[in-house]
């Protein structure tokens, strides 16, 4: 069975960091791209951060450009988004999805996808 399952999240404060875990079962990530998206309340899903299976090219949105990195570990099948200064704007559910290869455009079909983890950013 092909699965991803995010962790991570939780309540932090404005400024605050977070580290999210997507990570694989039943397939190899090496092969896969990687993508994180975020659903916020009253907002449609939007495309977060992706990371390719070559290169390990990376890809942010602008909101987060500077505040996350995503990276990944093969060793633990695993993709990671580093997440700093968050903001309550970032307050939403964090999912991530893979498809084969290369990073494909966030509204294109991805083939995998994780239930998601909140991340809420509240004083």
Known sequence: QFQLVESGGGLVQPGDSLRLSCTASGFFLDYYAVGWFRRTPGK???GVSCISSMNNSESYVESVKGRFTISR????????????????????????????YQCVDYDAPWSYWGQGTQVTVSS
């Open 44 to 46: 449609e899903r939007e």
């Open 73 to 100: 570990d093969n060793a633990k099948n695993t993709v990671y988004l580093q997440m700093r200064s968050l903001t309550p704007e970032d307050t939403g559910v964090y999912s991530c999805a893979a498809v084969y």
